[in-house]
T-cell receptor
Framework: AQSVTQLGSHVSVSEGALVLLRCNYS??????LFWYVQYPNQGLQLLLK??????LVKGINGFEAEFKKSETSFHLTKPSAHMSDAAEYFC????????????FGKGITLSVRP | NAGVMQNPRHLVRRRGQEARLRCSPM?????VYWYRQLPEEGLKFMVY????????ESGMPKERFSAEFPKEGPSILRIQQVVRGDSAAYFC??????????????FGPGTRLTVL
């Protein structure tokens, strides 16, 4: 079985500050890991994904995440927050193979203060 | 290339009625996934379909819910005799065939179901 833990439901940062959103996973097989962003009343957009290649993954909008197997973590970071980053962020895990259903964390709402 | 289409975007039903949610995957995509997002919760997997086949329905409630993905036309998620607890956002995602897809799923905008 697979699971994802996103501690806390809300993170608030100042514009220009570092963004750090935490994600820990549990998986009995090597996982594929994803970060998705959801803006109000919209669907999910893929930010980045880890698929067993490089452990440091760069995504869209200046986000990146590092896969750390020893810590079972896949934290999302961005050096400098922008107002447009305010949204809900979901970490998800799947496994390779024919059935790639995603198991999501509960999500973290990011607020950016001017 | 149009993205994943879902309709309707908003659906209001009274208790006991039926809800039919439609999903048209991206062109060339043959895998469809349905997820449900309840208030204050993340998305929960419901069902995974390929054309004319249900591959994994382990997340579907045992009663009242069904899904199909016919050879022609969109995928349909059907909820019979809706109850207030069915109020949620329902998202469809699609992915291309083949192992090189790296499991990336493309999400539609969702259907927000409200049961009165």
């Amino acid at each position: 079985a697979q699971s994802v833990t996103q501690l806390g439901s809300h993170v608030s940062v100042s514009e220009g500050a570092l963004v750090l959103l935490r994600c820990n996973y549990s998986s009995s097989v090597p996982p594929y890991l994803f970060w998705y962003v959801q803006y109000p009343n919209q669907g999910l957009q893929l930010l980045l994904k880890y698929t067993s290649a490089a452990t440091l993954v760069k995504g869209i909008n200046g986000f990146e995440a590092e896969f750390k197997k020893s810590e079972t973590s896949f934290h999302l970071t961005k050096p400098s927050a922008h107002m447009s980053d305010a949204a809900e962020y979901f970490c998800a895990v799947s496994r390779s193979g024919a059935n790639s259903k995603l198991t999501f964390g509960k999500g973290i709402t990011l607020s950016v203060r001017p | 290339n149009a993205g994943v289409m879902q309709n309707p975007r908003h659906l209001v039903r009274r208790r006991g009625q039926e809800a039919r949610l439609r999903c048209s995957p991206m062109k060339g995509h043959s895998h469809v996934y349905w997820y449900r997002q309840l208030p204050e919760e993340g998305l929960k997997f419901m069902v995974y379909l390929q054309k004319e086949n249900i591959i994994d329905e382990s997340g579907m409630p045992k009663e009242r819910f069904s899904a199909e993905f016919p050879k022609e036309g969109p995928s349909i998620l059907r909820i019979q005799q809706v109850v207030r607890g069915d109020s949620a956002a329902y998202f469809c995602a699609s992915s291309p065939p083949g192992v090189h897809s790296y499991n990336e799923q493309f999400f539609g905008p969702g259907t927000r179901l409200t049961v009165l």
